[in-house]
DNA sequence: TGCGGTACTCACCAAAAGGTAAGCAATGGG
DNA sequence: CCCATTGCTTACCTTTTGGTGAGTACCGCA
């Protein structure tokens, strides 16, 4: 899931590997109402550490997921949001989310977690 | 994406832990009009070793999500299909399908492969 | 003068995911 | 008897992913 991989065996594959990953639902979700800075998501993501959500906001500034905006103030400001492409994703991934909000009480006992 | 992961932090996070990784959305897919046997699976899913492809079906299995049906026969018979869960997972990720496929060209452009 | 806040960057390591190749049990056919 | 088929299992290795902790540049403030 990384920021290669080659022609896709169908759509499902491609967004796959465009939202794939530990952290990259979690950032678009954070992202699904509005622009926020680095600091902002840091904090938002308990456990993230700073290399990890860099790597994360890159690749997906890179497939056009997110647009990021640097603002040349006294203390740095960079804020990120979601682009058209970042937002339609985002739309499609709510009943994913939806099926995992019904389920996880089933997929957590199962497991041993 | 493993068998195991503690409380999630939302339904996405949960049901990425549950559909994640290379093959198993393609597996599911594969599954969505019927069940299938081992060796068609692995001939349907180019590129899949036998060890990935059982390692991913005991896992969705485990899930809940596939069901294995063994036939005790002469050269041997198993099955796989998607279960009530199953199935609903897989229709939450119609939207995500759709979505890759659209954007398919874009991605495959952007990055290198 | 040195401290804190912001947004990184880098080097290094550990864990997990994935791939390769071989072997195994059961059995029917040549 | 030997081979092929099917559905696995196992050992070993490489690649990818994720995590830790340190360091940097910029500035304002006390």
Redesign the pocket.
Known sequence: ???KRGPFSCGLDAAVAVV????KPLILWELHDGAR????L?RSLR??????L?Q???ELEADGIVH?E?YRE?????EYSLTEAGSSLNKALLPLGDWGEEHMDHITAVRGA
Chains 1, 2 share one sequence.
Do not use: D, N, Y
């Open positions: 899931m990384g920021a794939g990953g530990k952290w800075r680095f600091g902002e840091r456990g993230i550490s700073e290399k990890m860099i994360q906001l890159r990021r640097v006294v203390p740095p400001r960079v």
